[in-house]
């Protein structure tokens, strides 16, 4: 005989699914209206997936203000987890998405942008993240993950070009794999300890002594290589370039940066308890992949003639550096993974703005793609600003102070030395170096060269609008001004991140 | 309004370069002699109220900046500093004054003004974050300068320099973040000033390790042999005014960091590396005024001149007594104000045919007499001729050093007779014997804006080359302080040693008053 | 007093700035005239100061301001005016000043006068700076301002390559020399704690030899590039490209005797190393006859008599290296007024005969040109050691110096070199003035100087003549300050066969070289004569081919060396290796983007294989975990 | 012989593997959709075995999200393949190589 369900709804805590529900509810109220009436401008989307995410925000504020004085909550059968962690990602999910969805207002006029279908998937996949990073359960986490990977895919398709497709097939399919091998390696796991709840996994591993650690490693194995694709680890990278470059600048960037946090997050909670119980060969692969990623990455960076490709590569180098924090695996290592990632979408959201708008409606002619860096020549004579923004942007990827990511860096070297990590800390320095070399060829374009001829005319910002330019001051101020606001910044996330038991 | 002086030092330029935006571009030129004038006043003013008494940090500055991390607005200049800040403010306004180029003059100015900033704001950080901050932002306009306004291999150079430079001050960061790891070790409190640095005593071989992560960003800057490859390329490159600033001041950037971080921070690792960094500083000086003999292009002659004398001011530093660490921090003067000059002279010959090899010219000493002469001074400036700005620094700089090697010493002196033969060939094959181009038969002898800018140099060279005092004596003061600190804080033998206490001199310098 | 010091210092300043104002502009008379002034003025108050000196036995000492202070070190611009600074000043400025109004004449119709002027009083006021400095830095400024003032007026004419090439030349010789000085001065610093040359001298005897040795090798050293001695002297040859009055004044009576000022004001430290002091002498003495031979063939009067000069320098440091200061001193001073007298003859030759200065073109120009005839014979006379000239009395005394202190070698070297003095002087004599008048047929209208040249050039000829009358005052005053040995040969016997003997020895040659000279068969040189293919002419005329030497074994393996560091070091090796570096990283970056071939497939294989080699990997780690026992068992089976 | 755990779980890397092969193999769209397919389909026999093996039925559960999403992930895919077909005339995966490098 099963027992009644006794369960008080109290003790549920619904509370904690509201972050989620609400783009849900978002989504489906963009839905709703549009089987009212069909046809509306994308403006009205906007504004109200804006309005959404703003709530969002707004209840995220409240439980982080929740957190601070209780600590971490559980709810719904404890499926749901609201630590530190998934407070700071899912700030910088719905953040980034704020930032996002305006450069939906575009001048020209693109295609994915008519259909409200677009703006709901958008909230779909926030939700799909928030879930992502908000529990510890391996289903939760792979129900969040596809729910927002299979809407991502749609948003590059929406885009309506071939190789928005093509972009769209190759994620698509590998993102596939990566499934399978999350729930091979989900499997491995529960295989061994019977839960899917990580922190059970881990008492119940701690508990034996690690003994089958072959078949742990063999769980970690299929894990690393899921992650490994999402945070685009050499060698599952490859689908990077190729789908950024596919799909609209704009969600190039929101893809750099969201997909990411919520995978770094879940990584974080995987893959550091097994670091910690002192699991070498973890620490050691994850210490050649860290190392391998960002420097390949910037090896491919340099060659790149596409400059959307080479800020592709870029995300991946940039995946790579943050990716340490989760070897180093300390409370400053992982508040300086969330200050870098939070400074490093304000400056790569920033510069992938700044492609958005000099975006054409077709490719140039003579161009085989839409942001060579011929496009950018001589922008300084025709466009100052603009070329000014784009070369901030630029400095502050490379790590030039005082500009935002180099706060970021410098606070992950310190932590890489903190930890004992001196190597790496060095590796992890020079490779800025490399890096700076393709940041600082398009400053050599745009402030070197003269313009190209035939290129017609002043192309910077063939797209902009108001709102999107208001995306771009955002970004520039918050690169240029971050010093500013990093005490408190820094504050706040080595607060959360510690209470939160890492 | 003196408490906040060195902020307003910093970022009045930057202040007036984002105006500047607004300025129309006919009157840019005069907008930016007049905002580097104005800094220059302050920078004098700020000379006119420094007490040469004091040998610590005066007119210091504390905003909190990222306390959490030990991060804060530290700024203020002591008598190692102080001379080369007017010096950087003095060169910008004669830099603007004298500039010719005409393409883009706006864009240009600005720059310079921003580069001002950075400029200053590196002599007067007193947090090792906000030095580095000025340190690496100093890159930036100066790639801008050199990669806009250069020569055809522009865009290389300018990114050589930036990247090399870039690399080394990379590793010295991971050093600087190792400092402060250390110090939060030692007292639970993170911290990067640099004041706070000097309290702490470091083990030996971790002295070692972190001098060599500051010294390879460092030596960059210098350069320092094997290090020195991006220098040519730059000024060959440069106009003449980035070649002006860059051999001016930021090239002290680096012998000033040794200054101010390596020698007081790692006392027993300056020590244990004194040999090997003379000796690359010997190589320094010898070998590359053998390039430097080598060259066909009188700008490339002045640049490797410029890393043969940087040796002699590594030299004086690595002497670690007063003699020749003041001998070094002077000859940082003497050598931006001569270097300076010969970049400006360089320029205005370039200016008039748009070449720079020597072969292209001969006998312009008939056509460009006072042209002829300011060069002849500023050459035998750079040789170190004595009652000249060089010599002084040169002749302490090897003077303190000869205490710590009298061999080495032998051999970086004849950085005097190996810069006399390239710096007279050079000066021969330009301006003796008889005109044999044609063009070059009517050049225009220099002008009066040119010479705005070369005869304050001029009377700078000599008069401080006559009488030092007012530049040594605050500079002496401050030195005397770093290398009793040094004496106090080594550890090993050897260092106590080889390191003076001060307590002797003092007393000696009291009875000498006392006559 | 201070007055006249600093009048006798500051006046050559103020005429050179003056004539300096004029530099760019066309010749003015003015700009000479002033100068001339100026020194007239520097004269008197030099004068002033030595009869001050000379009567009361004072001397003048004063700081005018501190020049460098740091840490421990304490450099003011302090002068002093002493028995031995006063009597440097006086040659100085007498020299000086008949040079100067000499000068008026010689560049009247040369472009560059006014800038001709402004060198020139410029070198007399670092020449006195160096000889009134009261420190080794002070010294050392007057040093390196000579050298610079030589270099402006050697390479004056700079549109002739080989002088500017000899002002070059000169500049870097000396360099190399004043390292070993400076080397010097920063020993006195640290081993006694001062530059001042009272402290340090006062605190030298407490030092051990090795240090005081170093310290006279290292200040030696600079004497010997400023005073062209062996092997630094090559310089002062080709010096001669410089105007006459310029080696009359600069490379005869004033700069190249610095080096044995030096050795002279530094005679407490040398007393203190006799060794050292002994090489001196040698080298003074090898110097003196290995110049003399050098002069005895060669064909260009102004380099006739350079080498003389340095000759005669040889017998400067030969005396003072002996201990004889005074001698030294005194021989410096009687030879810079007949050298002087010399040059400025040879100067009017020049000038008559349009810069031409083979002699063997010249011949009979005494009919035209007699007082500058008189004059240089007077000269000649005088430097051939002829009583009762200057020569006389100092030469001779040193050839007593070296006989009385035993040092035979030496003795018999500078006696040598006294015969061969006379054979040249006189060789170049009757070259010039005597026998067949051969500038005729060459084109030569030779006229004579302008009178007040002549008339300036007086003084000197006085001088030459009268100087050994005033050694007993000299002698009594500058031993005030240096070692008061009187050198008297012991019998009057020895004193009178010496005398005499080296007298006729001297006569001797001057009758041979007459006679040799005089003759009517002389013709100018081709060549093809016996002599002029003997072993020994070409030794002498190539300078021992010392200059060869150096040209092929220093010059240009330097030069070569230099593009070689260039070319393959800086470029090939440094450089490269770090573009090498980029470059790598480069050509990974484009071997490697093959990776990224866009296609699917590919792709997807490289996930699975990415994934493959985690998961062997892993199962060698878990292997290796299951088998950890083990395995170290068989390693240290193995003897790891 | 009794059937196992073990043997389950040797099925389901069986399959996987095929699906693995498959995966890299095949150079149509729609056979890699059903390789895919295979992959997370084999992993659910494992996680129906080990939840029967523990008595637990969250690996049940985890089987069907796995299904669940097997389903959506073909609906999105045979959408993309569609639409590529459409546009040219194609499903192969060699022709979709545009971008490199």
Redesign the interface.
């Known amino acids: 005989m099963l027992s009644p369900v006794n369960v008080s709804i109290e003790s549920l805590n619904l509370m904690t699914l509201v972050p989620m529900l609400i783009p849900i509810v978002g989504a489906l109220l963009i839905l709703v209206v549009d089987m009212f009436k069909s046809e509306q401008d994308k403006s009205m989307y906007v504004m109200l997936s804006l309005l959404v995410l703003s709530i969002d925000f707004a209840f995220l504020l409240e439980s982080a203000g929740i957190f601070e004085q209780n600590g971490t909550v559980m709810g719904v059968f404890d499926v749901m987890l609201i630590d530190g962690l998934a407070i700071l990602s899912q700030f910088i999910i719905v953040g980034a998405s704020i930032l996002f969805i305006p450069l939906a207002l575009t001048k020209k006029r693109f295609h994915e942008f008519a259909y409200p279908e677009f703006f709901a998937l958008f909230l779909f996949m926030i939700a799909g993240f928030q879930f992502m990073v908000a529990t510890d359960n391996l289903i939760l986490i792979f129900v969040g993950l596809e729910t927002a990977s299979l809407a991502l895919y749609t948003l590059i398709a929406m885009h309506n070009r071939n190789k928005s497709f093509e972009a769209a097939v190759k994620y698509f399919t590998m993102g596939a794999l990566a499934a399978g091998f999350y729930s091979f390696g989900s499997m491995v796991f529960y295989a061994l300890t019977g839960s899917v709840e990580i922190n059970q996994i881990a008492s119940v591993l701690a508990a034996n002594n690690y003994a089958d650690i072959g078949f742990v490693l063999i769980a970690v194995v299929f894990m690393l290589a899921s992650f490994g694709f999402k945070l685009s680890m050499v060698p599952f990278h490859t689908w990077t370039p190729d789908v950024y470059e596919g799909s609209s600048a704009a969600l190039a960037g929101y893809m750099s940066i969201v997909p990411k946090i919520a995978a770094f997050v879940v990584a974080m909670r995987l893959f550091e308890f097994l670091i910690h119980s002192g699991v070498v060969w973890l620490e050691v692969i994850l210490y050649i992949g860290v190392v391998v990623t960002m420097t390949m990455a910037n090896i491919w960076a340099l060659v790149q003639n596409d400059v959307k490709r080479m800020l592709a590569y870029s995300s991946i180098s940039h995946a790579g550096f943050v990716m340490a924090a989760i070897l180093i695996g300390t409370t400053q290592s992982n508040s300086a993974l969330f200050l870098y990632w939070i400074l490093f979408s304000f400056t790569n959201l920033g510069s992938f703005s700044m492609l958005w708008i000099s975006r054409q409606k077709n490719l140039p002619k003579g161009q085989s793609s839409d942001h060579s860096y011929d496009k950018f020549a001589g922008l300084v004579k025709t466009s100052p600003i603009a070329a000014s923004i784009m070369a901030l942007f630029m400095l502050s990827l490379a790590g030039i102070p005082p500009f935002a990511l180099f706060w970021g860096k410098m606070y992950m070297i310190s932590s890489a030395v903190t930890g004992g990590y001196t190597v790496l800390a060095l590796i992890m320095a020079l490779n800025s170096a490399v890096a700076g070399y393709y940041y600082l060829k398009l400053i050599v374009y745009m402030f070197m060269k003269e313009p190209v001829v035939g290129l017609a005319g002043d192309v910077s910002a063939v797209n902009a609008t108001l709102s999107l330019k208001t995306i771009i001051g955002i970004a520039t101020i918050g690169t240029i001004f971050a010093f500013l606001a990093l005490n408190q910044l820094l504050e706040f996330v080595t607060v959360f991140v510690y209470n939160s038991g890492y | 309004m003196l408490d906040h002086i060195l902020s307003i030092l910093v970022f009045f330029p930057a202040l007036a370069a984002l105006l500047g935006f607004v300025v129309h571009k006919d009157s840019m030129r005069s907008y930016g002699v007049a905002v580097a004038a104005i800094e220059f006043a302050l920078a004098l003013w700020l000379w006119f109220a420094f007490d040469n008494n004091v040998s610590g940090m005066q007119f210091m500055e504390t905003i909190a900046l990222i306390p959490t991390f030990g991060i804060n607005y530290i700024v203020g200049v002591d008598g190692i500093s102080l001379f080369i800040i007017i010096l950087a403010s003095f060169f910008t306004m004669i830099g603007i004054a004298s500039l010719t180029d005409t393409k883009d003059v706006k864009n240009m100015i600005i720059t310079l003004l921003f580069l001002q900033m950075t400029m200053v704001g590196v002599f007067v950080a007193l947090d090792a974050m906000v030095f580095y901050v000025f340190w690496e932002l100093s890159l930036v306009p100066m790639l801008y300068i050199i990669g806009a306004w250069g020569g055809p291999l522009r865009i290389y150079a300018s990114v050589k320099f930036f990247l090399y430079t870039f690399a080394g001050s990379l590793v010295m960061l991971v050093g600087m973040l190792f400092m402060a790891y250390f110090y939060y070790q030692a007292t639970g409190q993170w911290s990067f000033a640099i004041l706070d640095w000097y309290r702490l005593i470091l083990p030996e071989s971790f002295q070692l390790w972190l001098f060599v992560a500051f010294f390879i960003g460092f030596a960059i800057k210098v350069p320092m042999f094997p290090f020195h490859t991006w220098l040519p390329y730059a000024h060959g490159q440069a106009p003449t005014i980035g070649s002006v600033i860059l051999a001016a001041i930021l090239l002290k950037m680096g012998t000033y960091a040794f200054i101010r971080f390596s020698l007081p921070l790692f006392p027993d690792a300056s020590v244990f590396f004194m040999f090997p960094i003379a000796i690359l500083a010997i190589i320094m000086i010898i070998y590359t005024a053998m390039v430097a003999y080598a060259q066909k292009d009188i700008k490339q002659v002045v640049a490797y001149s410029s890393v043969s004398h940087m040796g002699v001011i590594i030299i004086g530093t690595f002497a670690l007594n007063v003699e020749g660490i003041s001998g070094s921090i002077f000859l940082m003067i003497a050598h931006g104000v001569v270097s300076g000059a010969l970049f400006l002279l360089v320029g205005v010959i370039y200016d008039r045919r748009h070449t720079k090899l020597m072969s292209e010219f001969g006998g312009l000493a008939s056509v460009m007499p006072r042209f002829a002469t300011i060069f002849g001074i500023m050459m035998m400036a750079s040789v170190g001729m004595p009652l000249t700005i060089n010599f002084v620094g040169e002749f302490l700089s090897l003077l303190g050093f000869y205490q710590q090697s009298h061999i080495l010493t032998l051999l970086a002196g004849i950085a005097i007779i190996v810069g006399a033969i390239y710096m007279l060939a050079a000066y021969k094959k330009m301006f003796f014997g008889e005109v044999t181009k044609e063009e070059n038969k009517n050049l225009p002898d220099v002008n009066k804006r040119e010479l705005i800018a070369l005869v304050p140099l001029v009377i700078i060279t000599i008069w401080l080359g006559i009488y030092p005092k007012p530049v040594l004596g605050p500079i002496n003061t401050s030195v005397e302080a770093v290398v009793q600190l040094m004496h106090e804080k080594a550890i090993t033998e050897e260092a106590k040693s080889r390191i003076p206490s001060l307590d002797i001199i003092i007393n000696k310098a009291s009875a000498k008053e006392v006559q | 007093m201070e007055l006249f010091l600093y009048t006798a210092l500051f006046a050559p300043l103020v005429g050179s700035l003056f004539a300096a104002m004029f530099g760019a502009r066309p010749k003015t008379k003015i700009a000479g005239i002033v100068p001339s002034i100026m020194l007239g003025v520097s004269l008197i108050s030099s004068t002033i100061l030595l009869v001050l000196v000379l009567t009361t036995g004072h001397t003048v000492h004063v700081e005018m301001m501190t020049w460098m202070a740091t840490g421990d070190l304490y450099i003011p611009f302090g002068f002093v005016v002493d028995q031995v600074s006063v009597t440097m000043m006086m040659v100085v400025t007498l020299v000086s000043t008949v040079v100067h109004v000499y000068a008026i004449g010689y560049m009247d119709h040369d472009a560059g006068f006014n800038r001709f002027f402004a060198w020139l009083s410029a070198f007399v006021f670092s020449m006195m700076i160096l000889v009134m400095s009261d420190n080794f830095a002070g010294l050392f400024i007057g040093w390196e301002g000579v050298g610079l003032c030589s270099w402006g007026l050697i390479g004056f004419w700079y549109k002739k390559e080989s002088a500017t090439w000899a002002a070059n030349e000169a500049f870097i010789m000396n360099r190399i020399a004043d390292l070993g000085m400076l080397i010097g001065i920063f020993l006195v610093y640290w081993n006694t704690g001062t530059l001042q040359y009272d402290g340090a001298f006062a605190a030298m005897p407490g030092l051990d030899t090795a240090t005081l040795t170093w310290i006279g090798i290292f200040l030696f050293v600079g004497a010997m590039g400023k005073s062209a001695q062996f092997p630094l002297h090559t310089w002062l040859a080709d010096a001669m490209e410089g105007p006459t009055p310029v080696s009359a004044l600069i490379h005869a009576a004033t700069m190249v005797t610095a080096g044995v000022y030096l050795v002279v004001r530094s005679n407490e430290l040398y007393a203190l190393i006799p060794n050292v002091g002994l090489f001196i002498a040698s080298l003074g003495a090898f110097v003196a006859i290995f110049a003399a031979t050098m002069a005895l063939v060669n064909r260009d009067i102004k380099r006739v008599i350079a080498y003389s000069t340095l000759s005669q320098l040889g017998y400067m440091f030969a005396a003072a290296g002996l201990g004889a200061y005074w001698v030294a001193l005194f021989h410096l001073m009687a030879h810079a007024f007949f050298k002087a007298l010399l040059f400025l003859g040879g100067g009017n030759v020049m000038h008559a005969m349009n810069d031409e200065l083979d002699p063997f073109k010249m011949g009979g120009l005494g009919k035209t040109m007699k007082g500058t005839m008189i004059l240089m014979t007077l000269a000649s006379v005088a430097l051939a050691g002829i009583f009762p000239l200057a020569g006389f009395f100092s030469k001779d005394l040193i050839l007593e110096v070296a006989f009385i202190d035993h040092h035979f070698i030496i003795y018999t070297v500078l006696l040598l070199t006294a015969g061969l003095t006379a054979f040249y002087s006189f060789r170049i004599i009757a070259l010039i003035f005597h026998g067949e008048d051969r500038h005729t047929a060459l084109g030569f209208h030779p006229h004579e100087a302008y009178k007040f040249m002549l008339w300036a050039m007086a003084p000197l000829a006085v001088l030459a003549v009268i100087a050994g009358a005033l050694k007993g005052s000299y002698f009594e005053m500058v031993t005030y300050v240096l070692p008061a040995t009187e050198y008297h040969v012991h019998s009057a016997t020895t004193y009178w066969i010496m005398t005499i003997g080296t007298q006729l020895f001297v006569i001797g040659a001057i009758y041979f070289a007459y006679k040799k000279y005089m003759s009517k068969d002389i013709k100018v040189p081709d060549g093809t004569s016996k002599m002029e293919n003997s072993f020994a002419y070409k030794l002498l005329i190539n300078q021992y081919y010392i200059p060869y030497f150096y040209e092929e074994y220093l010059v240009k393996p330097y030069r070569e060396l230099s593009t070689l560091c260039w070319t393959h070091i800086d470029q090939k090796v440094v450089d490269a290796s770090v573009d090498g570096i980029a470059k790598a990283f480069y050509a990974t970056g484009e071997n490697t983007r093959a990776m990224q071939s866009g296609n699917l497939s590919t792709m997807l294989k490289w996930m699975v294989a990415g994934t493959v080699a985690l998961l062997s990997l892993a199962v060698v780690f878990g292997l290796a975990a299951k088998y950890s026992g083990e395995i170290k068992l068989f390693l240290s089976g193995l003897g790891v | 012989m009794e059937i196992g755990l073990n043997h389950y779980?040797v099925l389901?890397t069986i399959l996987?593997a095929i699906?693995?092969v498959g995966?890299?193999r095949?150079?149509n769209?729609l056979m890699?959709?059903f390789a895919?397919e295979i992959?997370?389909n084999s992993?659910n026999i494992?996680?129906a075995a080990?939840s029967h093996y523990?008595g637990?039925l969250?690996?049940q559960?985890?089987a069907f999200?796995?299904i669940a999403?097997a389903a959506?992930?073909v609906a999105?895919?045979l959408?993309?393949?569609i639409?590529?077909h459409k546009?040219h005339n194609n499903i192969d995966?060699?022709q979709?190589?545009?971008?490199?490098?």
């Not at chain 4, 979709?96 to 490098?101: A, D, L, W």
């Open positions: 779980l389901s996987f699906g693995l995966v890299m095949r150079k769209l890699l959709f895919t992959l997370l992993v494992s996680f080990i523990y637990d969250t690996g559960m985890f999200f796995v999403i959506s992930e999105v895919g959408g993309l393949l639409v590529w546009k995966l060699e979709m190589s545009t971008m490199r490098g």
